[in-house]
């Protein structure tokens, strides 16, 4: 399996994800800056955590529009899998690759935490290693990790079964619990907690090699 992890000024979590899937994977991913126009043949692209372009305007939204993001929607239209962690999945939300938007967190303050997520829904690359209703723990450290969506499209998410995780407890008022959620397809995921930052003992959690493992034994060529 092949990976590619993009990377934009201000993004902080690169490494950690580095790691993570060399682990799962065996191969070390592919590193693309936000200005190239051109992605390797990968089964995997990762957007990772971080303050993309300062969350100038609004978090994600600028980097939403940076010249790799066409390769990225043309990928994920061909079925590639994508996969955007906190400041990724806002950043997928604003280039319309998801539905919703992440706001301010109702306490208006910045979290950093552990947290408990339900798994949702494994019939996806992504969780496939988990069981229906397992619990999580990972971290979260966000100040706009607080989910939107109108009416009609949250309910759109629930019919469809696109929820991957809600928040056992949830620490940013984000509708329905939501932590993480997939696409109609299932093919592009994201998620506000950081699953790359619990794969080892001293992180306090190994419950993120889950998610790593699963799409890497789903994407294995």
Known sequence: MQSAIVVFPGTNRERDAIVALERATGNKPHVVWHTDRTLPKVDLILLPGGFSYGDYLRTGAMAAHAPIMREVKARAAQGVRVWGI???????????????????????????????????????????????????????????????????????????????????????????????????????LGMMPHPEDAIEVLHGSTDGKLLFDSVAHALAA
């Open 86 to 188: 906190c400041n990724g999945f806002q950043i997928l939300c604003e280039a319309g690759l998801l539905p919703g938007i992440l706001l301010r967190n109702k306490s208006l303050k910045f979290i950093c935490k552990s947290v408990t997520l339900k798994v949702e829904n494994t019939d996806s690359d992504f969780t496939r290693l988990c069981q229906k209703g397992q619990d999580l723990r990972a971290i979260i450290a966000h100040g706009d990790g607080n989910y939107f969506a109108e009416a009609e499209a949250l309910k759109k998410l629930e019919y469809n079964g696109q929820v991957a995780f809600r928040y056992r407890e949830n620490p940013n008022g984000s509708a329905n619990d939501i932590a993480g959620i997939f696409n109609e397809k299932r093919n592009v």
